[in-house]
């Protein structure tokens, strides 16, 4: 019963090629991140959806697009693929509201560009 | 901006000891404040958590204290086991109008038997 489940678990692919990984969430939360962890294992946010609604976006490459059809579900979709964007990207869910209840991570997509 | 820094980066310890790590925030209105634990190839996993109504949480070997004056806040592990060996990150949950946590660049921990 994964609460977070993301797919693919490893992916590796040329540069320049475009790639999607999906995301889904069972736990019923309205918010739903991507992050990116490095080699330094950093965790940076890249977007979060809260309800289906783009509500954060760092600094990310535009060749980067979030996509959520519900609030159950968050994929990333990758353009031209670049050897930096080598990495783990992590889904994440949890529930807004003065709660602040705890983010569930998904198992993570490892992406190696060649 | 919003930023969580973390210290130290690694940490050596025996089994047996206590080990303890610092993290300081910039948004004085964070309210939430999580630990996870990250073991090698797998996901970031909660620990523990603490909100800024309370200023310290013990749940067995391990707790977490907040200074909110100083924006400060910090995990203790006593009597640490090899099994604690992995990479703890602190976060912040930063608000306005949404929330959005970030996280501290994560504390390598190795137990040594």
């Known amino acids: 019963d994964t609460a977070v489940s993301q797919t693919p678990k490893y992916l590796v692919t040329q540069m320049g090629n475009d790639k999607s990984i999906k995301c889904e969430q069972n736990?019923?939360?309205?918010?739903m991140y991507w992050y990116k962890q490095d080699s330094k294992k950093f965790l940076k946010i890249m977007f979060s959806?809260?309800?289906?609604?783009?509500?954060i976006n760092e600094t990310v490459p535009n060749r980067f697009s979030p996509k959520s059809p519900d609030k159950a579900h968050l994929n990333l979709h990758i353009n031209s693929l670049e050897l930096g964007d080598s990495a783990v990207y992590f889904c994440?869910?949890?529930?807004?509201?003065?709660?602040?209840?705890?983010?569930?991570f998904g198992q993570g997509t490892r992406l190696t560009v060649v | 901006g919003e930023n969580v820094e973390q210290h130290p980066s690694t940490l050596s310890v025996q089994e047996g000891d206590s080990a303890v790590i610092k993290c300081t925030y910039s948004?004085?209105?964070?309210?939430?404040f999580p630990w996870y634990k990250q073991e090698l190839g797998k996901r970031p996993q909660l620990i523990i958590d603490?909100?800024?109504?309370?200023g310290e949480k013990k749940d067995q070997r391990i707790a977490v204290t907040l200074n909110k004056t100083a924006k400060h806040f910090s995990l203790h592990i006593t009597e640490t086991q090899p099994e604690d060996s992995a990479v703890y990150f602190c976060?912040?949950?930063?608000?306005?109008?949404?929330?959005?946590?970030?996280f501290g660049a994560g504390t390598r921990l190795a137990v040594h038997p």
């Open positions: 959806y809260n309800n289906k609604e783009l509500i």
């Open positions: 603490i909100r800024s109504n309370v």
């Open positions: 736990l019923g939360h309205d918010t």
């Open positions: 948004d004085s209105a964070s309210n939430y």
């Open positions: 994440a869910s949890s529930q807004q509201g003065t709660g602040n209840t705890e983010a569930f």
């Open positions: 976060a912040a949950m930063f608000s306005g109008g949404y929330n959005k946590l970030i």
